[in-house]
């Protein structure tokens, strides 16, 4: 996976998983996603309560590219993360370099001092997962042939039929 | 681009509904969402503004279930036609893997048609992506209401290529559906030949 999309290898998913769950634990946060710079929801951990992770990805992901806009505007070259503090809970979103967004959610009682450090040691963690070509970005979908025919047949499935 | 998570054996595309304002993009989205059960389909979410105008975006993710032993879901977003959201309309075509493009018919509005599909090819240039290269389909929308140009006029004008296109009446589905399966073809086959590149 990268700027351009791309693939994610089972051996990446797992550590990131692991890399994920122990952030969890590690910053006492309720809940974490990465999501990659186009909104699709890659991987999460904790708690999801009300959360429907697609939806809350595409939209966390579209407002972190609207502050990079802003960044633009403002001289900056880049915002590497944003904080927005709410009433119960609280949202930490870092960029991992341009390949990913990892956002935190948090209750009030925990410090967000305490979330930047280890959203930061993360950060890290997964950047150095995410190696474009490691994941095995992949010249053709490895799944056989007749793959979009079966796709489409379910599509019509789902449209209960056209 | 699509991603595909060889780990939770998951492919995720992207389409996007591009098109002048009030053209019915939205529409052709509320009109999916009515048809697709809700265990194949998530939540409408609509970035809106208190007239009912696509602020942001539109977003209804869609769910093919396991094919080939993928989970295949597709994301698909709508633009803010308006002219002055051109910002906006920039960032929700990023990693777009396939568009479709809503015109309107009716004869007024032709120039408008013509401007929106001018922005929407400039505004993957700067995204690195070539309209002529990627999947891409045109619903003629409004085909019910009166004084719409032909579609053999239409063709002619902005469609000089003959990409697939659909005569459509979103509100009542006409032509949605084709457009939506047309694009999410084009887009399935490119990704089982070219991969996430």
């Given at each position: 996976?990268?700027?351009?999309?791309?693939?994610?290898s089972?051996?990446?998913m797992?550590?990131?998983?692991?890399?994920?769950?122990?952030?969890?634990?590690?910053?006492?946060?309720?809940?974490?996603?990465?999501?990659?710079?186009?909104?699709?929801?890659?991987?999460?951990?904790?708690?999801?309560?009300?959360?429907?992770?697609?939806?809350?990805?595409?939209?966390?992901?579209?407002?972190?590219?609207?502050?990079?806009q802003?960044?633009?505007?403002m001289?900056?070259?880049?915002?590497?993360?944003?904080?927005?503090?709410?009433?119960e809970?609280?949202?930490?979103?870092?960029a991992?370099?341009?390949?990913?967004?990892?956002?935190?959610?948090f209750?009030?009682?925990?410090?967000?001092?305490?979330?930047?450090?280890?959203?930061?040691?993360?950060?890290?963690?997964?950047?150095?997962?995410?190696?474009?070509?490691?994941?095995?970005?992949?010249?053709?979908?490895?799944?056989?042939?007749?793959?979009?025919?079966?796709?489409?047949?379910?599509?019509?499935?789902?449209?209960?039929?056209? | 681009?699509?991603?595909?998570?060889?780990?939770?054996?998951?492919?995720?595309?992207?389409?996007?509904?591009?098109?002048?304002?009030?053209?019915?993009?939205?529409t052709?989205?509320?009109?999916?969402?009515?048809k697709?059960?809700?265990?194949?389909?998530?939540?409408?979410?609509?970035l809106?503004?208190?007239?009912?105008?696509?602020?942001?975006?539109?977003?209804?993710p869609?769910?093919?279930?396991?094919?080939?032993?993928f989970?295949?879901?597709?994301?698909?977003?709508?633009?803010?036609?308006?002219?002055?959201?051109?910002?906006?309309?920039?960032?929700?075509?990023?990693?777009?893997?396939?568009?479709?493009?809503?015109a309107d018919?009716?004869?007024?509005?032709?120039?408008?048609?013509?401007?929106?599909?001018?922005?929407?090819?400039?505004?993957?240039?700067?995204?690195?992506?070539?309209?002529?290269?990627?999947?891409?389909?045109?619903?003629?929308?409004?085909?019910?209401?009166?004084?719409?140009?032909?579609?053999?006029?239409l063709?002619a004008k902005?469609?000089?290529?003959?990409?697939?296109?659909?005569?459509?009446?979103?509100?009542?589905?006409?032509?949605?559906?084709?457009?939506?399966?047309?694009?999410?073809?084009?887009?399935?086959?490119?990704?089982?030949?070219?991969?996430?590149?």
């Open positions: 996976m990268n700027k351009q999309g791309g693939s994610l089972a051996e990446q797992q550590t990131i998983e692991s890399v994920l769950a122990g952030y969890v634990k590690d910053a006492g946060i309720r809940t974490v996603l990465l999501v990659d710079p186009d909104g699709h929801l890659v991987c999460q951990s904790g708690a999801m309560d009300t959360i429907d992770p697609v939806s809350f990805g595409a939209l966390v992901s579209a407002n972190f590219a609207s502050t990079q802003i960044a633009g505007q001289g900056e070259k880049e915002f590497n993360a944003f904080y927005i503090q709410g009433k809970k609280d949202l930490y979103v870092s991992v370099e341009d390949k990913a967004i990892l956002v935190s959610i209750a009030r009682g925990t410090t967000v001092g305490m979330v930047k450090i280890f959203a930061e040691k993360t950060v890290k963690e997964i950047s150095a997962n995410l190696v474009p070509g490691e994941g095995g970005d992949q010249k053709g979908l490895s799944v056989g042939g007749g793959f979009a025919d079966s796709a489409l047949a379910e599509l019509d499935k789902v449209l209960g039929g056209i | 681009m699509a991603t595909i998570n060889y780990g939770y054996r998951e492919i995720n595309c992207k389409i996007v509904y591009y098109g002048p304002g009030m053209s019915g993009k939205t052709n989205l509320e009109t999916i969402h009515k697709v059960p809700p265990t194949n389909r998530g939540k409408l979410t609509s809106a503004t208190k007239t009912d105008r696509t602020l942001f975006f539109d977003l209804l869609l769910d093919l279930g396991t094919i080939k032993g989970k295949v879901k597709f994301q698909l977003y709508t633009v803010p036609g308006q002219v002055y959201y051109n910002a906006t309309r920039k960032l929700v075509l990023r990693g777009a893997d396939g568009v479709v493009f809503i018919s009716q004869k007024d509005r032709y120039d408008d048609n013509v401007e929106s599909l001018e922005n929407l090819r400039e505004n993957l240039k700067e995204h690195g992506m070539d309209l002529d290269a990627m999947p891409f389909v045109i619903g003629w929308n409004k085909r019910d209401l009166p004084d719409v140009m032909s579609v053999e006029e063709n902005m469609n000089p290529r003959g990409v697939p296109n659909f005569e459509m009446e979103a509100l009542t589905g006409r032509g949605v559906f084709e457009a939506l399966r047309a694009v999410t073809r084009m887009v399935l086959e490119k990704l089982e030949k070219e991969g996430t590149r």
